[in-house]
């Protein structure tokens, strides 16, 4: 195990989005249901965010002075001198002044370019919580063009995604060799799986994994689920399902019996009472004692990427929240479960990484 909880402050020492849709343009819903304590739109896990985070706009109205840096960056030097001028200026102007895509004259040309020259910007515009872009963060697939290798290159984008995804694989395996030496067998669900790529890659690093460990991978999207079938197939891991339905639709499928549990890539685009309400309903899937590790987002994003930031919720419409560090405990304690700690994406840090125990 990489790292270990400090007791009091419930960080490891060492370590390692039916999301809106709203906004520009039409924009798919790719399931429908409702979960107890949030809002109709949890439904694809991240749906119809056109209110700002709070602490993402605080970001916004901070001064020019304090902007500024923001557009020295490798990366942002990169992305401006690779996009036409007019476009790079609306951009830049909307960004110093902190105002709202909409608000901001001539922003339909940003939407505009940034929607014809990118893969990433459309796929999020129609389904913020599609995995296809987490492909290509995680770097299993090639990027073109410069908006994307910018979202590749960026902190918020590439480095701290691929950060996350290591990190979240290595605590994942520690956690899942405890279970396993105490019982033969252990159940694991990713909820919100994309095509499986975490318990894919351990089960590759981990050949015992294969007899002894079965996940179950929950998605409501076809194309992940179909994608997640196909790997597994060509990986010969006759130890995964995917299950093609959605999370808050799982009751008596798992009596408490799960015994670890992934939730990477959901809690993102939720707000607090919808975290709550998510948790609350994935409790009961859980046995006593047994772990979901769940990944949110942290303010630390909007402190150290914002242009990024702004970039993706500006020509998206994306929802993402920005809740300060520390306020994953909250959330998981209000829904009932028991707090172990977190850990980060090292060293970019920009990710709350929590363990409840249920
Ligand atoms: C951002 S991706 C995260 C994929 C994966 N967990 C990872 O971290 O690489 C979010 C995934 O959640 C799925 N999803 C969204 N709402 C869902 C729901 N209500 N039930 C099941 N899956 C859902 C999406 O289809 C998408 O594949």
Same mark, same amino acid.
């Given at each position: 195990?990489?790292?270990?909880?400090?007791?009091?402050?419930?960080?490891?020492?060492?370590?390692?989005?039916?999301?809106?849709?709203?906004?520009?343009?039409?924009?798919?819903?790719?399931?429908?249901?409702?979960?107890?304590?949030?809002?109709?739109?949890?439904?694809?896990?991240?749906?119809?965010?056109?209110?700002?985070?709070?602490?993402?706009?605080?970001?916004?109205?901070?001064?020019?002075? $304090?902007?500024?840096?923001?557009?020295?960056?490798?990366?942002?030097?990169?992305?401006?001198?690779?996009?036409? $001028?007019?476009?790079?200026?609306?951009?830049?102007?909307?960004?110093?002044?902190?105002?709202?895509?909409?608000?901001?004259?001539?922003?339909?040309?940003?939407?505009?370019? &940034?929607?014809?020259?990118?893969?990433?910007?459309?796929?999020?515009?129609?389904?913020?919580?599609?995995?296809?872009?987490?492909?290509?963060?995680?770097?299993?697939?090639?990027?073109?063009?410069?908006?994307?290798?910018?979202?590749?290159?960026?902190?918020?984008?590439?480095?701290?995604?691929?950060?996350?995804?290591?990190?979240?694989?290595?605590?994942?395996?520690?956690?899942?060799?405890?279970?396993?030496?105490?019982?033969?067998?252990?159940?694991?669900?990713?909820? #919100?799986?994309?095509?499986?790529?975490?318990?894919?890659?351990?089960?590759?690093?981990?050949?015992?994994?294969?007899?002894?460990?079965?996940?179950?991978?929950?998605?409501?999207?076809?194309?992940?689920?179909?994608? #997640?079938?196909?790997?597994?197939?060509?990986?010969?891991?006759?130890?995964?399902? &995917?299950?093609?339905?959605?999370?808050?639709?799982?009751?008596?499928?798992?009596?408490?019996?799960?015994?670890?549990?992934?939730?990477?890539?959901?809690?993102?685009?939720?707000?607090?009472?919808?975290?709550?309400?998510?948790?609350?309903?994935?409790?009961?899937?859980?046995?006593?004692?047994?772990?979901?590790?769940?990944?949110?987002?942290?303010?630390?994003?909007?402190?150290?990427?914002?242009?990024?930031?702004?970039?993706?919720? $500006?020509?998206?419409?994306?929802?993402?929240?920005?809740?300060?560090?520390?306020?994953?405990? $909250?959330?998981?304690?209000?829904?009932?479960?028991?707090?172990?700690?977190?850990?980060?994406?090292?060293?970019?840090? &920009?990710?709350?990484?929590?363990? #409840?125990?249920?």
């Amino acid at each position: 195990m990489q790292g270990h909880i400090a007791e009091n402050t419930g960080k490891y020492k060492k370590g390692g989005a039916e999301m809106a849709t709203m906004t520009f343009h039409q924009a798919k819903v790719v399931g429908i249901d409702t979960v107890f304590g949030a809002s109709p739109q949890l439904i694809n896990a991240m749906t119809d965010k056109a209110k700002i985070c709070p602490h993402l706009q605080r970001h916004y109205d901070l001064p020019v002075e $304090e902007k500024s840096h923001f557009l020295k960056t490798p990366e942002a030097l990169y992305l401006f001198g690779n996009i036409p $001028e007019n476009v790079a200026k609306i951009l830049i102007r909307g960004f110093l002044r902190g105002t709202h895509g909409v608000e901001t004259i001539g922003w339909e040309k940003v939407v505009e370019y &940034f929607r014809a020259n990118s893969r990433i910007i459309p796929a999020l515009t129609e389904n913020p919580g599609t995995y296809s872009m987490l492909e290509k963060m995680y770097h299993f697939e090639e990027v073109w063009g410069p908006i994307d290798i910018y979202f590749k290159m960026s902190k918020a984008g590439g480095q701290a995604l691929r950060n996350r995804y290591d990190a979240v694989n290595n605590y994942a395996i520690a956690h899942i060799n405890e279970v396993l030496a105490k019982q033969n067998h252990c159940l694991v669900i990713d909820v #919100g799986s994309g095509p499986g790529r975490n318990g894919i890659d351990m089960c590759l690093h981990n050949p015992i994994y294969r007899k002894r460990v079965k996940f179950d991978c929950i998605d409501i999207d076809p194309l992940a689920v179909k994608l #997640g079938e196909k790997l597994v197939l060509k990986h010969k891991l006759a130890n995964f399902s &995917f299950i093609r339905t959605s999370m808050t639709k799982l009751n008596g499928r798992y009596p408490d019996n799960v015994d670890y549990g992934l939730l990477i890539g959901i809690l993102c685009g939720l707000t607090r009472p919808e975290r709550i309400g998510l948790l609350r309903k994935l409790k009961p899937y859980f046995r006593k004692g047994a772990r979901l590790m769940a990944a949110s987002l942290s303010e630390e994003m909007a402190q150290e990427d914002l242009l990024c930031a702004y970039i993706l919720r $500006e020509t998206t419409g994306w929802g993402l929240q920005y809740p300060p560090l520390g306020e994953l405990r $909250e959330v998981f304690e209000e829904a009932g479960w028991k707090y172990e700690g977190y850990f980060q994406d090292e060293p970019t840090r &920009f990710y709350e990484i929590g363990i #409840g125990i249920a």
